[in-house]
């Protein structure tokens, strides 16, 4: 069955060959929408198209004639749109869109009016001269710009086209950390996707306020000198980029102080968020671009011609000057944050008091007890849950009734000698693929906390996977669903529920869904998490601690969680100790 990215990925390229064929502007736009929509659909969209079509056309963006073509992806795997659209052009052509900086309107271009039919062709152009002077493309600027790209995407050839969050961030922090030791620097910032807290990132852009042109020079040579380098793509005396050995690209942008904070906002993204505030400002009679917020005097290029900017040195105060409260470069995903009065006071790091999901030597993890809690104490937290794995999970040596009996009194123990920090005796149960959980219920009751997990049968269709949460969240001893799909990032789909089904029966009964913070995981997913927070649910976000390091992958959890929008008076993990002893004895009739 398609996946809601599959028929995304055939509404865009539908729009980007309806570009290059000169087709409507009004019906580009539509497509694109289309994409974007279902790409964020909480819902399995060939669940829906084969069950209830007629919800489909209630989803935003999406009428009648979208909505049949969803149906057709769902029931045939393609769209006869899309293949009328592949045959009108030549089969090199749309490769050309992956160039970097190359859109459906310059790929029109180079084939209308230079022949140019792939990448192979381009390439062979640019190096005979033959875009010299082509309308709109053939500048030396515009030239070296399309070079550059070629060059960008054949050294690219075989390298991984995603990298996780929790692969890249780092990266690119190390890079940043290098960066700031250069005299001159004045500011450095990771921007695009990583910034906005995106699950996978292509590349990593890291933007540098330099004081003058020499400072520029000095984080180039800084750059390119880096350990682990082992391309560089691109040197100039604005950007550098560079592909390190494990594939990912870096790209180094160097851009003046005075308009950093321009520079930030554009870079950082969206795309889609970046138009809206263009258009924004062209209302107010401004112009917004890389450079700064300036008066719109019907001239491109307002930098160039020595006009002072509006804003520009920060990000808040270009906010300021449209009307707006600044956006949480999370939220920057046109979702409706260009409608905000006020932006929300998102769940922070800071926030997080206490981990409700770990696990210690006695199944898989790496700590004993002791040290699981003096990490959870070094943290700041009030309560740390252990939560070692249940018998069905054998791979993991999952827990017999016996051994977690045991168990419970060893955590017990503990907690009296460690002092200073609760320990709550707990176990990620196992939810069998029929629904019902890994131990009884007598034996639930024993336990302070449980965390009920799927583990296995993640293939199930989306009815069953629904209904298998569905069971395990009405049994009165569960408190958290843990990572409900059981997905991991760019390695398995994991089970599709309905998710606002799923996530109304959890506030109806006073269950936590989580987000798992591990960046492999981060499930839920950031638009799982928005619908469980539209449905009323509690949202806990646990680093599912299996070695110490774990407890380190919270940040990634609150990136997802706050690109749902989650609060921290959602999150249980913000509780104070009383607090989540009362939530926890809410699921027992108030018995704690």
Not at 519 to 524: G, S
Request: aromatic letters at 4%; hydrophobic letters at 45%.
């Amino acid at each position: 069955m398609a996946s809601n990215a599959d028929i995304a990925n055939a509404f865009e390229e539908m729009a980007a060959l309806l570009e290059i064929t000169g087709g409507s502007g009004f019906r580009v736009s539509a497509y694109r929408r289309a994409a974007r929509t279902c790409a964020e659909a909480p819902d399995d969209l060939c669940v829906i198209a084969t069950r209830v079509p007629k919800q489909l056309e209630a989803m935003e963006g999406i009428g009648a004639g979208l909505a049949s073509r969803i149906i057709e992806f769902a029931t045939t795997g393609s769209m006869a749109d899309l293949a009328e659209l592949r045959a009108a052009v030549p089969p090199g052509l749309p490769e050309l869109l992956e160039l970097q900086g190359v859109g459906p309107k310059t790929v029109r271009t180079l084939w209308t009016e230079g022949g140019i039919d792939s990448v192979a062709s381009l390439k062979s152009a640019i190096e005979s001269g033959a875009l010299e002077g082509l309308l709109r493309i053939g500048t030396p600027k515009s030239i070296a710009n399309l070079r550059e790209a070629v060059e960008h995407h054949l050294a690219a050839a075989g390298a991984p086209k995603r990298f996780r969050i929790g692969q890249a961030l780092p990266v690119g922090e190390a890079v940043a950390a290098r960066l700031r030791t250069v005299a001159g620097v004045g500011r450095v910032e990771i921007a695009g996707s990583a910034r906005r807290g995106r699950e996978t990132v292509g590349d990593l852009d890291v933007l540098v306020g330099i004081h003058d042109d020499a400072a520029g020079g000095r984080v180039s040579e800084s750059a390119v000198s880096m350990e682990g380098v082992s391309k560089v793509l691109a040197r100039g005396p604005t950007k550098v980029s560079l592909r390190l050995a494990h594939g990912l690209q870096v790209d180094v942008r160097m851009v003046p102080m005075a308009a950093f904070g321009a520079a930030l906002l554009y870079f950082t993204g969206s795309k889609e968020h970046n138009v809206q505030l263009r258009e924004r400002a062209i209302a107010r009679g401004l112009h917004l671009n890389e450079y700064g917020l300036f008066p719109d005097d019907g001239s491109p290029a307002p930098q160039e011609r020595g006009i002072a900017p509006v804003a520009a040195a920060d990000e808040a105060s270009i906010y300021a000057a449209l009307g707006m409260p600044t956006i949480p470069p999370e939220c920057r995903e046109a979702h409706g944050e260009l409608g905000w009065t006020e932006a929300p006071r998102l769940v922070e790091v800071g926030d997080i008091r206490c981990e409700l999901h770990a696990h210690t030597t006695e199944s898989d993890g790496q700590l004993p007890i002791v040290a699981l809690a003096e990490l959870a104490k070094s943290r700041g937290f009030h309560t740390i849950a252990v939560t070692d794995h249940s018998r069905a999970s054998a791979q993991a040596n999952g827990l017999s009734v016996e051994r977690l009996l045991r168990h419970i009194d060893a955590v017990r123990a503990a907690e009296a000698a460690v002092g200073g920090i609760r320990i709550l005796a707990g176990s990620e149960v196992d939810i069998l693929a029929d629904g019902h959980l890994d131990y009884d219920d007598e034996t639930l009751a024993k336990l302070d906390i449980v965390v009920a997990s799927p583990h296995t049968a993640l293939r199930q269709d989306p009815a069953t996977a629904t209904e298998r949460l569905l069971a395990a969240i009405r049994n009165p001893f569960v408190h958290i669903i843990g990572h409900p799909t059981g997905r991991i990032i760019l390695g398995r789909d994991g089970l599709s529920p309905d998710i606002r089904t799923v996530a109304a029966a959890a506030a109806e009964h006073g269950v936590a869904l989580e987000i798992n913070a591990h960046w492999m995981r981060l499930d839920l997913r950031d638009s799982h998490a928005r619908a469980a927070m539209e449905a009323g649910a509690m949202i806990a976000i646990n680093c599912d601690i299996h070695a110490a390091e774990d407890a380190d992958n919270l940040r990634y959890g609150v990136m997802t969680a706050r690109r749902a929008g989650v609060t921290a008076d959602r999150c249980v993990n913000c509780l104070d100790r009383t607090g989540l002893d009362r939530w926890l004895g809410l699921r027992r009739g108030g018995r704690h």
